[in-house]
């Protein structure tokens, strides 16, 4: 009930806008410097195919250095069989000896992108109609930037936080078979990292798509994502006698039960924020049944109107869905084995044992076979939603964003801040940054991010970071 009062109170803060960068008025000499870092990370390919995390994470080390970083203050870190995958940790001492430090956690590899499939360029930055183009320009390059670009600035300037700020710049997010620098940092050096919480991505904005900021968010928690295998075998035989004891119909009968399987509902202190904000602000159907839902979990009629959301829908539950699929071994042949993946993401606290025994129920099929082929991470905790997370959040939203709410959220997706909270790090993705809400072209074609939102968004982390670091 606590949390519920100071969220919902969210609202009556005072506000004082601040005017976001217009396209024609000219850069300040340390927005320059900023665009300049941000462009060298962009154009530095960090696809895991064609591209070197190693490369960008020297190219930060110079700076640092240049900026007044020594060895003292700078780690790499890599391991010898993924020599372009490596990373950074850099750290910017505090003046307070008992405050624990932050965590400043940013991925620097990126989805692959084809050259023959873009309008322009994937690794160059270019800059039109009020965007900036580029691989990486949204996820997540832009708040990497910041982030260096930030202690930098820091350091330059000789500013002193209380509490020492850690930067912490890995590969591996955006694959499930590289090497995962934010999982090996947990693992092997927890100590580097060791912080009192950390800020990652996944927060952020939305706009009307006509460049209006709706919403603000922040991110606490997230789903795990967990891949198995649905599998049926048969002896086979000709294809000119059938049978229907055939193993390709097998699988499709499975999957129908699995596209018809519905997880149960489930909410926790993020979700219910998440419904309570939106919902008090939404006064149609959705807003109703926002609120009914917090009320009552076990309302069916508030469920459904929800559920025709997708993303509403995902965020109530575990989903698992079919995304490969194989089959058969000749054209004339009955098929001697056929196999789906099914890729589930799954609520915070609910195990991988317990989603592929729940599969094998709704398949209710004892000649099939349901076997967890890999994860991503551990078991998702849901970081604690307090105030001394939120409250620093709410006022520069109030202050930046006037009348603009801060919704926590759970993602859907996935991020390396599961890594951190399996050691005990509270992982955050802060608002700040935003986006239209078509996703602007995030792991897919044309990706790219508003100018405006880039250099409004690094002020606002950075007063974010200052207020988190002064307590």
């Known amino acids: ?250 699988l499709a009968d499975a999957l129908a039960r699995i596209r018809d399987f519905e997880f149960p509902l489930m909410l926790n202190d993020t979700t219910r924020a998440f419904f309570s904000k939106l919902g008090a602000a939404r006064d149609d159907d959705v807003g109703r049944a926002m609120r009914a839902i917090v009320a009552d979990p076990g309302n069916k009629a508030a469920e459904a109107v929800l559920n025709r959301d997708k993303s509403y829908h995902s965020t109530l539950r575990t989903t698992c869905v079919a995304t490969l699929i194989d089959g058969g071994h000749a054209n004339n042949a009955l098929p001697q084995r056929a196999g789906a993946n099914i890729n589930c993401r799954i609520f915070p606290g609910v195990s991988a044992e317990e989603v592929r025994v729940a599969l094998e129920k709704a398949i209710a099929d004892p000649r099939m076979t349901v076997t967890q082929t890999d994860d991503r991470g551990p078991l998702a905790k849901s970081p604690p939603l307090t105030k001394e997370i939120v409250a620093p959040a709410a006022a520069l939203v109030a202050r930046y964003y006037p009348d603009v709410p801060l919704v926590p959220v759970m993602s859907t997706g996935a991020t390396d801040g599961i890594f951190l909270e399996a050691v005990g790090i509270p992982s955050y993705g802060p608002p700040g940054l935003y986006g239209d809400p078509d996703g602007n072209g995030t792991h897919g074609l044309n990706e790219r991010a508003l100018v405006k939102a880039v250099y409004t968004g690094r002020d606002f982390l950075t007063d974010l970071v200052k207020a988190y670091a002064a307590k």
């Not at 700078?74 to 750290?91: M, N, S, W, Y």
């Not at 900036?132 to 350091?155: E, H, P, Q, S």
């Not at 996944?202 to 460049?211: A, I, K, L, N, V």
Request: hydrophobic share 40%; aromatic share 8%.
């Open 1 to 250: 009930m606590m949390v519920r009062r100071w969220i919902l109170g969210w609202a009556t803060l005072v506000c004082i806008p601040v005017a976001a960068q217009a396209a024609d008025v000219p850069l300040r000499p340390d927005q320059a410097a900023f665009r300049g870092l941000y462009q060298e990370m962009v154009e530095t390919d960090t696809s895991i195919t064609t591209g070197s995390c190693t490369a960008l994470a020297d190219k930060v080390d110079a700076r640092l250095r240049a900026a007044g970083f020594g060895d003292r203050d700078i780690t790499r870190f890599a391991v010898a069989d993924h020599p372009k995958e490596g990373g950074l940790v850099a750290i910017l001492p505090g003046t307070s000896r008992t405050l624990k430090p932050i965590l400043l956690l940013g991925h620097l590899d990126v989805v692959a992108a084809k050259r023959e499939d873009w309008t322009r360029d994937p690794y160059k930055l270019i800059e039109e109609n009020g965007y900036f183009y580029g691989r990486g320009t949204a996820d997540m390059k832009a708040m990497d930037a910041i982030w260096v670009d930030m202690l930098i600035r820091f350091k330059t300037e000789g500013y002193r936080p209380r509490r020492t700020l850690k930067l912490a710049l890995t590969c591996g997010e955006e694959t499930s078979w590289a090497f995962n620098g934010a999982k090996w940092l947990a693992e092997n050096r927890r100590d580097l990292i060791d912080a009192a919480f950390a800020l990652n991505e996944g927060g952020g904005g939305r706009t009307d798509g006509q460049g209006t900021v709706k919403e603000m968010r922040i991110h606490v928690g997230e789903k795990a994502a967990v891949n198995y295998r649905v599998e049926a075998t048969n002896v086979g035989g000709h294809s000119s006698a059938p049978v229907r004891d055939n193993a390709i119909y097998e």
